[in-house]
């Protein structure tokens, strides 16, 4: 049986005994569900369920998914990375690329969804990003806006970069209205309207989401270390197909990817920014 997380832990050692809990690494290494590094593959490194990379021709024909990648739009850039190797989308990504979302890789829950999601970006937004939004990541068994988190940037220029974290379509957007003429779908953002992203630049990406699904719900974006804002109220359901529940990698994208690693804990402020100054990545904690 898996161990406690260290931050509930070092929550009990400080009610006992009045010290303070365990170092930042120590909460990052028992809270860690799954590691890509690309170091050897794009398969990932560690996990608690499923570590093989899925890919099919598009995210509506799951149902021709195969274990791998075949195809030379995305590669292995060797040596490219933040952390040794990464991902490099040649050009506008337009594939289904991904990681199975069940068994333990995402910690999610129908009753309050917690977790963290981590990632290194190398991009110059406004000369490399094909025309249109683009979405690093996405997390779902279905829609950007249904049962989902996401980072993108949008397709006006200049760009901004923005989290995203929906419930169920049917709860929140019951009239299925479209994005521009519903608030609700702006209130579930954070935006960055000059978001660090730059050519030969790497950028770490942190979505730090809290009961999500549940009264209090919440989602905040970190860039380098750095709050960029919250999400609140985000407390419509959260339901999930698993069969079809992914780690949707590089929708669009174009651009070096790197380091994805994912927790089951809401990461604190001085862990995201340990996270951020770890050397060697999310590798030195498996």
């Given amino acids: ?80 990375g933040r952390f040794g190797h990464a991902l490099r989308f040649n050009s506008k990504n337009e594939k289904a690329l991904f990681y199975s979302a069940a068994e333990g890789n995402v910690a999610f829950s129908t009753e309050g969804w917690t977790g963290t999601v981590s990632f290194w970006l190398s991009v110059d937004p406004e ?63 954070v935006v960055v309207d000059q978001p660090p992203f730059a050519s030969g630049k790497w950028t770490h990406v942190v979505i730090v989401h809290e009961n999500l699904g549940a009264p209090g719900g919440e989602a905040t974006l970190y860039l380098d270390g750095r709050s960029q804002g919250s999400s609140q109220g985000v407390s419509e359901p959260f339901e999930w197909d698993e069969s079809t529940a992914s780690i949707r990698v590089g929708v669009n994208y174009v651009g070096l990817f790197d380091d994805l690693a994912l927790f089951s804990t809401a990461l604190t402020a001085e862990q995201v920014k340990a996270l951020f100054e770890l050397e060697g990545g999310a590798a030195t904690l498996r």
């Fill in 1 to 80: 049986m898996r161990r406690l997380p260290a931050l509930l832990l070092g929550s009990v050692w400080l009610l006992s005994c009045g010290e303070p809990g365990p170092p930042p690494a120590e909460v990052l290494k028992e809270a860690l569900t799954f590691h890509a590094g690309f170091e050897d593959g794009m398969d990932g490194a560690f996990s608690l369920g499923d570590r093989r990379i899925y890919s099919a021709p598009s995210y509506k024909e799951l149902d021709r998914r195969s274990p791998g990648y075949w195809g030379t739009e995305i590669e292995l850039a060797y040596d490219g």
């Fill in 127 to 189: 000369n490399e990003l094909a025309p249109g939004f683009c979405d690093p990541i996405q997390i779902t068994d279905s829609a950007y806006n249904d049962s989902a988190i996401w980072v993108d940037f949008t397709r006006e220029t200049p760009r901004q970069f923005r989290l995203g974290a929906f419930g169920e379509l049917s709860a929140w957007n019951p009239d299925n209205k479209p994005n521009d003429q519903n608030p609700g779908f702006n209130d579930r953002l």
